[in-house]
């Protein structure tokens, strides 16, 4: 079946620093994809959508001056956490809707903890 | 936003079947009903899903009542590796996001 990778799985930073988590459709073509977030116990958030080509559209709330989404390729999300604070440590998981058939893929999640 | 309801919690003895209730009376017409699940610290994992007639696969079955209003997910035979959260969307057929509510936390005994 088709595969979304996210990369990394796991990431440690330091308060103030930047991080780039990246998402990719392995075997299809992603037009769209999006950005999650999960805090411990909840369920999870939808962030962003992410459009190959064009801007992101964002939820209410979400920063987007804070998230940064890049969508260059039809394989290829990344999410850019920028000055990245405590509140930001959550697990982030990305998903992709295969062009062809409208069946949406999700990545393994991303663990982000701000130290 | 999330258009389903789920119990929080529920418990299966090992061997038996599960059976996970959502509701979500709320539906269009052109909305499909899914089920994924989440295993600890892992991404959604692609259950099943249906419009209006009952769907079959290795994973699970779905009930989805006449008037489309519920459906209950039934996973025949729950192992312990079955312990995991289960989340019950609806989404059209030509939309994209998937809005998540809380899911059913379902724990597999031993």
């Known amino acids: 079946g088709a595969v979304v990778s996210q990369h990394p799985s796991r990431v440690i930073c330091k308060s103030g620093t930047s991080v780039k988590i990246e998402c990719r459709s392995l075997?299809?073509?992603?037009?769209?994809m999006f950005w999650y977030r999960q805090f411990p116990k909840q369920s999870l958030m939808l962030m962003a959508t992410?459009?190959?080509?064009?801007?992101?559209?964002?939820e209410q709330g979400v920063e987007k001056d804070k998230f940064l989404i890049n969508h260059a390729s039809l394989t290829l999300s990344t999410l850019t956490v920028t000055s990245a604070h405590p509140e930001d440590s959550s697990f982030y998981i990305c998903?992709?809707?295969?062009?062809?058939?409208?069946?949406?893929?999700f990545g393994q999640g991303t663990r982000l903890t701000v130290v | 936003d999330a258009k389903t309801t789920q119990p929080p919690s529920m418990d299966c003895a090992e061997g038996r079947a599960a059976n996970l209730p959502c509701n979500h009376s709320?539906?269009?017409?052109?909305?499909?009903v899914y089920w994924y699940r989440q295993i600890h610290s892992q991404g959604p994992q692609y259950i099943i899903h249906?419009?209006?007639n009952n769907e079959t696969n290795e994973m699970a079955s779905l009930i989805i009542t006449e008037d489309r209003k519920s459906s209950t997910l039934i996973l025949p035979h729950a192992t312990l590796r079955d312990t995991a959260v289960y989340y019950c969307?609806?989404?059209?057929?030509?939309?994209?996001?998937?809005?998540f509510g809380t899911g059913t936390s379902l724990t597999v005994i031993p």
């Open positions: 075997d299809f073509q992603a037009t769209t």
């Open positions: 998903s992709a809707t295969d062009g062809g058939t409208g069946e949406a893929f």
């Open positions: 249906g419009l209006k």
């Open positions: 969307i609806v989404r059209s057929n030509t939309g994209n996001q998937f809005y």
């Open positions: 992410s459009n190959e080509g064009s801007k992101a559209t964002y």
């Open positions: 709320t539906i269009s017409g052109n909305e499909y």
